[in-house]
């Protein structure tokens, strides 16, 4: 067999090159990121891996925090643990609904999909329903809720209604070695049914507790949810920053959420150098559009960075 030679050899080899390293290379990272903030967040986290650079952070200190519903999900027109409480109604009612009239008027709700009722009666139902349900049984719905329900306003599956720009955050992160957590208003047991989406376990999963009381099983132990949440732990607020550091045992140095009650966890990021807290706006109709003056307010005041769905962010959902 005769190979070509000299310049065309060259052309050959130039030609092959440029047809495999696209395909080598892949998606660039944070490819739904506009710029300027796409450079931002990349000089951020090579930033704080590089030993050389003035923002280096020792891997056990490379801490990053996201809230869940807003942050890195849709969370209208309900939150997700919302929907999960009421796929239970659905399965439960109308058996539920002749316990009394409180069970009534919440099985009339959820069959209706009576945003104000259910908003308005939040901690009933997040807890009430879902009383005597094995911590196993609550985990195994949330995670059936997340692969075959549907957000109604969306037309998209929950799993589907995931932000695509914070995925591609998350993988830098890990790339970069943070060590990332959710930490959430929601439902820690629903956290754990979902955060392997974003190639976390159970253990990286902060959020509101509800009580259980242990059950004997066989040689086992069963806990079994009792419909009361445990005294100071739903996790909004304070409680996100003090559940943080008694998890992770350090501060954030990325945070990112969406409403008043992530304030905390944001100054407790922005709180020392280095420090990223991101504040994520819903202004884009790609989506839904409903913003949160008070945290802007205080984002503009603290030097918090806004990101804008509507500038910042190419896409908004994950590709099927």
């Not at 945003?115 to 997040?126: A, D, E, F, I, T």
């Not at 979902?194 to 190639?199: A, K, R």
Request: charged letters at 20%; hydrophobic letters at 45%; a positive charge.
């Amino acid at each position: 067999m005769r190979f070509p030679r000299g310049p065309r050899l060259l052309v050959l080899l130039l030609l092959v090159l440029g047809l495999a390293l696209p395909a080598l290379a892949g998606e660039p990272p944070l490819a739904s990121w506009r710029e300027p903030l796409r450079h931002e967040l990349l000089a951020f986290a090579a930033a704080a891996a590089d030993p050389a650079s003035p923002g280096f952070v020792p891997a056990p200190e490379r801490i990053a925090a996201f809230d869940v519903d807003g942050t890195l999900i849709a969370e209208k027109p309900f939150f997700f643990t919302v929907e999960v409480a009421l796929a239970r109604l659905e399965r439960i009612c109308p058996g539920y609904g002749r316990q009394g009239e409180e069970q009534a008027a919440l099985c009339r709700a959820a069959a209706g999909r009576d945003r104000g009722y259910l908003m308005g009666h939040l901690s009933q139902v997040l807890s009430q329903p879902l009383a005597g349900m094995s911590f196993a049984a609550y985990r195994a719905l949330a995670g059936r809720v997340w692969r075959q329900g549907v957000n109604p306003r969306l037309g998209r599956s929950f799993r589907m209604s995931v932000y695509q720009p914070m995925v591609e955050l998350i993988d830098l992160l890990h790339k970069r070695g943070f060590t990332v957590y959710l930490n959430s208003g929601s439902d820690t047991l629903a956290l754990a049914a979902i955060s392997g989406f974003w190639g976390l376990g159970p253990e990286r999963c902060i959020g509101t507790r509800y009580q259980a009381r242990p059950v004997r099983r066989g040689r086992g132990v069963e806990f079994v949810r009792t419909g009361r949440l445990l005294p100071g732990r739903l996790n909004l607020g304070p409680a996100k920053a003090v559940n943080m550091i008694m998890r992770a045992g350090r501060r954030p140095i990325l945070a990112m959420g969406n409403s008043t009650g992530d304030a905390w966890l944001l100054a407790m990021a922005a709180g020392g150098r280095p420090g990223l807290a991101l504040v994520l706006d819903h202004d884009d109709p790609r989506e839904f559009v409903y913003t949160k003056p008070e945290l802007l307010a205080t984002a503009r005041e603290r030097g918090w960075r806004v990101v804008s769905m509507r500038r910042d962010w190419a896409a908004i959902f994950i590709q099927d």
